[in-house]
């Protein structure tokens, strides 16, 4: 059920580009991604609804390819700030299930 | 956003008690809310669903009778860990879904409560 994120961790120096890959085995209807910085709770980043949507947040930005199963996440000109664990997540009826995340360090 | 608050945010408790964490939706009404545990550097696992005015759904290996779950209004959801041991030390997450929003599946996340258990 659980969809599986690459890679496990990145560390990137401030300005440099990451892409997140979230994976499902199963039907996707929406995606959402996460951010979780150390000890507290995942942050809403954003929700794609549809195959081939794109959206936006800041200089984060994502894509949800609905026929492969799979949704990407795009960090440009990486700032400190963006550093913690990214999640995705997807609802399954009417339950709703986390990525295996993808830590990720901006060092200056 | 919609703000979901989680209660205790920390508890420590020895081993056998039973503890008990609120999560509550403040501004919203919850007619589904979520529980989750969060190892050390791993994801969050949904242990169950919570459906208000009626029984939670357990996620298979979720112990229904150690983990128990009462959604008794809409903006409330309990989760009671009893008889409670070392291994069940843990970070637990709580989120609900905000059925009036613009995204129904978006989930709102409590602060979280750190369980330690000597």
């Known amino acids: 059920q659980q969809p599986v994120q690459s890679p496990q961790a990145v560390i990137l120096r401030e300005g440099e580009d990451a892409v997140i890959n979230c994976s499902s085995s199963k039907a996707l209807y929406s995606v959402h991604w996460y951010r979780q910085k150390h000890g507290e709770a995942p942050v809403f980043l954003m929700i794609?609804?549809?195959?081939?949507e794109q959206k936006g947040h800041e200089k984060i930005s994502a894509s949800f390819n609905e026929k492969k199963q799979q949704s990407s996440l795009y960090l440009t000109a990486s700032q400190l700030s963006y550093s913690g664990t990214y999640f995705c997540?997807?609802?399954?009826?009417?339950?709703?299930?986390f990525g295996t995340g993808t830590s990720l360090t901006v060092i200056p | 956003g919609a703000v979901v608050s989680q209660h205790p945010s920390r508890v420590i408790c020895k081993s056998g008690t039973s503890v008990k964490i609120e999560c509550r939706s403040l501004?919203?009404?919850?007619?589904?809310m979520f529980w989750y545990r969060q190892f050390p550097k791993q994801s969050l696992m949904l242990m169950a669903t919570s459906n208000e005015g009626s029984k939670a759904t357990y996620e298979q290996g979720v112990e229904k009778d150690k983990f128990l779950i009462n959604h008794a209004s809409l903006t409330l959801s309990t989760l009671t860990v009893t008889s409670a041991h070392p291994e069940d030390s843990s970070f637990y997450i709580c989120?609900?879904?905000?059925?009036?929003?613009?995204?129904?599946?978006?989930?709102?996340f409590g602060p979280g409560t750190r369980l330690t258990v000597l």
């Open positions: 501004d919203f009404q919850a007619t589904t």
């Open positions: 989120s609900a879904r905000d059925p009036s929003g613009a995204f129904t599946d978006t989930q709102y």
């Open positions: 997540g997807t609802p399954t009826g009417n339950q709703f299930y």
């Open positions: 794609l609804l549809k195959g081939g």
